[in-house]
Structure formats: structure tokens, C-alpha cells
């Protein structure tokens, strides 16, 4: 919208979304100095997407810059105390495996090749019982392992984060909706507050599942489909002992990690749950009885000792996703100082290092490295959509193919 109303207060860059992406771009904007820095948060941190996020963090891309992306979000989890004054979000080095069929052996191998440095490998039949001897693996050819992947506390990194912005300067806020963004000839002017306005020339749209509504607000189009995706933990089975990776698994469409030392965590990959748009204002936050009953029985067919374990808690986490289910990262072509880092499409958490840095670069360097092009806005209007599987999207193939 457009508007001329004297203007309330004044910032350099105002960041809409207080998740991981948009508290990571405030903390890195505010150690670059780059000027005044306010973060706009609807309700309280880590809220959303972010709080919901099981924190996985690996490296599986079939495409370089975001192999390197997710490689630079390894290693800030990994020594996070130094990127954070000190404070923890307790990573665990578990490793990952996925198990596939022969006909992902080729795509394991490729994104291996991308890896420069890494541990990854892929496993033999043999190989794979003897790391996970307590899985019934006879209908698997093959598995991706990584070793340097892991896990974290996605909310608590957004709020250790969010003290160490502060600390060097930036203006985070909860509690504080935009409600409207003003635009002028030379592109974003201001954003609208419940109490006033903040005259800007900058604003980046890190709302995630509400990012489309915060674009139409600058008469920016982004094209981004909320989705439930379910997630449950149960008690840990005496026959799990020991420490064990993430697993993933390409045939029966779920996941699981250890969580803490008596729980384990397993969430759907199910690429039917991405089918149905949901309103994030008011969704299902939990699952229902047949759902969690469904995604116990695709988990026990693959581990059957879980078949008489209590269960702990159930929640639906809320994903940002894209068409091509890649995200949305760098300025409008459509307004000038509009920055849009969304759609993550469950990539978030383990790209929001990389986001972060790649945002402020363009903002304050005028630097547009390789993947802002990759993942640029305007990709889907040019027909340049990215067509590449990930760890998750090979149990799609798996899925069509069955």
C-alpha cells in the first residue's frame, strides 16, 4: 500500500518473523553493524515452524550451493557456544542413515560426490544390520550414511540467538504484529505496528507460514502453501540400547531420532501430507487417533520392537513450502528493499546459518551469491523451478513409484 503518514520511528532493517531464519538474520545483521535492527514478532519466539521443528541437521543435496548451505549450518550447530556467547543448543552428533532401494543407490552417490570433505558413504545390507541391528532391513538394497549429521533444540537456539542480537544492539520484539508495510516510487517505505509506524527502507519477510499475507501487504506475490506434518514420541524400547542415528526411511515413509535417553521421536514423511493446505491461524496442532495409530504401524514395520511402547506426547509441526519445496530467498523483483526469506519447505533450521549470512550480504554488501540465484523469487515465474530430490523427497520417487 502506499502512504505518507508521519512516521513514528526509524531502523535500517526491520525483520518480520521471529523463528530461527529471521532471529539469525537479526543476530548476524546486528554483529555486521548494520545500523538499527527491529525484529517483529506476532506472539513469542520460536512459535511457530521453528518450535515445532524436530532440529535435524544434515547435508543430503543433490544440487552444490545447497550442499554448502547445509554444510555451513553443521558446523554452526556443532561449535554453537561460539557463535552464541557461549550458550548451548545442545546438538548431538548422532549421524544419519536413510534407507533406500537399488533404484537410490545412483542418487546416494551423487550427493555424496558433492560432499568435499565428508565422512558420508553408502552402506551395504550387511553394513546396515550390523549399525541398526534392531530394524528389519530385508527389503533394503542399500542406505545413506552420514555421520557428521545430527540434531539440535531448535527453539533454544532461536532464543540464545535472539540474547546475543540484543546484545549487540538489535530491537527484538514479541508480542508486536506488523499489520501493513507503506511503499513509495523507490520501493518499501515503512512498516505498520499496531502502535505507529517504523519508516524503513528495508524489510525482510521472514514470516514463514504467514509470509504470503506479509508480501501481499507490499503488493508482492509469493507463493507459499502452509502444511501439517505430524511428529510423535514414544518410550524407548529396552531392545534400543545404546546411542543410534537419525534414520530415515524411504519404503514406509517416516523417520525417527533418539530424544533424550528414554524417548525416541518419529514424524511422517508421508508426501500426502503436504496435500492439503492448512490455515496457520487454526489448524489441527495434534494428531488424532487413526493418524498416530497409521504412523506407529509404518514405524513397527520397520522396527518391531516398537510395537509396545507408550506413547509420550503428539504435536503436528507447520511447514512454509514452495512449489518445488525449496525456499524463497533474496529481494523482490517486484519491490525495491523487499527481502524475502521463507518457503523453507522443512529446510529451515539447518539453513537458517546460511540464509542469514546470504540475506545481510545482499543488504549491506550488495552481494548475491550463487544459491540467491538459484533460489530466487522470481524462479517460478521464469519456469526455472528447481527440480531435485532431497532426503525427504526420495520417499516421494519411493511413494509414485509404489
Known amino acids: 500500500m502506499e502512504g505518507n503518514s508521519r512516521m513514528s520511528e526509524s531502523a535500517d532493517i526491520v525483520i518480520i518473523g521471529g523463528g530461527i531464519t529471521g532471529v539469525t538474520t537479526a543476530f548476524l545483521a546486528a554483529r555486521r553493524g548494520a545500523g538499527r535492527i527491529v525484529l517483529l ?5 520460536a512459535s511457530a515452524s521453528t518450535g515445532l521443528s524436530t532440529g535435524v ?3 543430503f543435496y543433490l544440487i552444490p550451493e545447497l550442499v554448502e548451505m547445509a554444510r555451513e549450518g553443521i558446523a554452526w550447530y556443532s561449535r554453537f557456544g561460539e557463535v552464541a556467547d557461549g550458550m548451548d543448543a545442545d546438538f548431538v552428533n548422532s549421524g544419519l542413515v536413510v534407507g533406500g532401494t537399488s533404484g537410490q543407490r545412483e542418487f546416494f552417490a551423487s550427493g555424496i560426490k558433492l560432499q568435499k570433505g565428508s565422512r558420508s558413504r553408502i552402506l551395504s545390507p550387511s553394513e546396515l544390520r550390523d549399525l541398526l541391528p534392531h530394524m528389519a532391513t530385508d527389503d533394503l538394497d542399500c542406505a545413506y550414511y552420514e555421520p557428521e549429521a545430527g540434531y539440535a533444540d531448535a527453539s533454544r537456539a532461536c532464543l540464545a540467538l535472539a540474547a546475543a542480537a540484543r546484545a549487540r544492539g538489535a530491537d527484538i520484539r514479541q508480542s508486536s504484529p506488523a499489520v501493513g508495510i507503506l511503499t513509495d516510487p523507490a ?3 515503512a512498516v505498520i505496528t499496531k502502535t505507529g509506524e517504523i519508516s524503513t527502507r528495508v524489510v525482510v519477510n521472514a514470516a514463514g507460514p504467514w509470509a504470503s499475507r506479509v508480501a501481499s501487504w507490499a503488493g508482492v506475490t509469493v507463493g507459499i502453501k502452509p502444511t ?4 510423535i514420541t514414544v518410550q524407548r524400547p529396552n531392545a534400543l540400547t545404546g546411542r543410534h542415528p537419525i534414520f530415515s526411511d524411504a519404503v514406509n515413509l517416516f523417520y525417527m531420532r533418539p530424544d ?4 525416541i521421536l518419529i514424524g511422517s514423511t508421508n508426501p500426502a501430507d503436504s496435500r492439503e493446505e492448512i490455515d496457520p491461524d487454526s489448524y489441527a496442532t495434534g494428531a488424532n487417533f487413526d493418524e498416530i495409530a497409521e504412523l506407529i504401524d509404518r514405524a513397527v514395520r520397520r522396527i518391531p520392537c516398537l510395537r509396545d511402547v507408550g506413547l509420550v506426547a503428539n504435536w503436528c509441526g507447520i511447514y512454509d513450502e514452495t512449489a518445488d519445496g525449496f525456499p524463497v530467498l533474496g529481494q523482490s523483483h517486484e519491490v525495491r528493499g523487499f527481502y524475502l526469506a521463507t518457503g523453507l519447505s522443512g529446510h529451515g533450521f539447518k539453513l537458517a546459518p546460511a540464509i542469514g549470512r546470504m540475506i545481510v550480504s545482499a543488504i549491506v554488501d550488495g552481494i548475491k551469491e550463487p544459491a540467491m540465484h538459484l533460489l530466487r523469487p522470481s524462479r517460478f515465474a521464469e519456469g526455472a523451478a528447481i527440480d531435485s530430490p532431497t532426503t525427504t523427497t526420495l520417499t516421494t520417487m519411493r511413494a509414485s513409484a509404489r
Open 187 to 189: 520501493g518499501v517505505s
Open 57 to 59: 541437521v544434515r547435508q
Open 41 to 45: 514478532e506476532a506472539s513469542v519466539l
Open 260 to 263: 533424550s535417553t528414554s524417548q
Open 228 to 231: 501439517r506434518h505430524k511428529v
